[in-house]
């Protein structure tokens, strides 16, 4: 599904995503992923510098800039970055060691995740980026926080290098777009120094960690977004895309009269599909074990698509 090219025409000051301002100097925003409300997604608008362009992290816009491209409308802009023009500056949030260490003490967390957290932060410091902004949802329901951190790393659920971590005060839950359900992650603990430090009346009632931003889910359309990736850079770009599209092509492509070999069903009812290659096509090295890439794939046969 892409986003309707004329609906995008109408973000104006009245009606638009609201959008605030993560990192000005790298040009990097946050823009509510619809214009009713629902969850945060990372876009950038860089006009000048080494790393300038536009890039929006929704997979409906990904997709919608692919489009404007082969089209060759290279002015294209997504709904979320032409709302940059409104956007409002978050808050920056300079956490203490003093209160994470506080959780410590009070063993919400292990010195071990308050060491990686300071790790992290001091990692953003030296990379001249804010750690944690905290978007202050003025004229919005009071019962979400949400925090852009950075992350340090470009992968899927962080291609600018920040996740969204959010905190549902009702719910009593945090979740972050990079981890499963009831899993922790560096990010969900940093959220806690958030509220230990800012908003403690929050943490003192028990708070669960959750994944992705399912709270505030409006649509079912954020679960293609809800895609974890632990190891290596993705996706791939470059050489590597090449070297990927041309081993799939001439090494996984069914033959043209492989028709009759086809099962359907056979496939629809597998509930996963593992790679059979152990080692790389390449180099021949050891592949580790199979890592979940999507729950939500779609299969394409020239005649029929599974979802
Ligand atoms: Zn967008
Ligand atoms: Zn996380
Ligand atoms: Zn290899």
Not at 80 to 95: D, F, T
Not at 153 to 180: E, N
Not at 278 to 289: D, G, I, N, V, Y
Request: glycine share 4%.
């Amino acid at each position: 599904m892409l986003h309707d090219v004329r609906a995008s025409k109408d973000i104006n000051r009245q009606r638009h995503h609201a959008t605030y301002i993560i990192d000005h100097a790298k040009g990097i925003f946050c823009s509510r992923k619809y214009l009713h409300g629902g969850g945060f997604i990372h876009i950038k608008k860089a006009l000048s510098g080494p790393d300038c362009g536009t890039f929006c992290e929704s997979s409906n816009c990904i997709q919608s800039y692919e489009i404007a491209k082969q089209g060759r409308h290279m002015s294209y802009e997504c709904p979320h970055v032409q709302s940059v023009q409104y956007a409002k500056p978050g808050i920056e949030q300079y956490l203490t060691t003093r209160s994470l260490q506080a959780l410590v003490t009070g063993k919400l967390i292990t010195s071990e995740r308050a060491h990686e957290a300071l790790t992290l932060q001091a990692e953003a410091q030296q990379q001249n980026t804010p750690f944690l902004v905290h978007m202050s949802l003025d004229g919005y329901s009071q019962r979400y926080i949400y925090l852009s951190v950075y992350s340090g790393l470009t992968r899927y659920w962080s291609r600018l290098k920040r996740t969204v971590v959010t905190i549902d005060k009702k719910g009593k839950c945090i979740y972050c777009q990079c981890s499963p359900e009831k899993q922790t992650c560096k990010h969900k603990i940093i959220g806690k120094w958030y509220l230990n430090q800012d908003q403690p009346e929050v943490l003192s009632s028990r708070i669960e960690e959750r994944a992705g931003d399912d709270a505030t889910s409006e649509t079912a359309d954020n679960h293609e977004d809800n895609i974890y990736l632990y190891q290596k850079e993705y996706p791939p770009n470059g050489h590597l895309l090449e070297k990927m599209t041309k081993y799939i092509m001439t090494c996984k492509k069914y033959p043209a009269d492989a028709n009759s070999h086809r099962d359907y069903n056979n496939v629809e009812s597998k509930a996963t599909l593992v790679p059979k290659e152990t080692h790389c096509h390449f180099c021949h090295a050891q592949l580790s074990e199979a890592t979940l890439l999507t729950a939500t794939a779609k299969i394409v046969y020239s005649e029929k698509i599974i979802k």
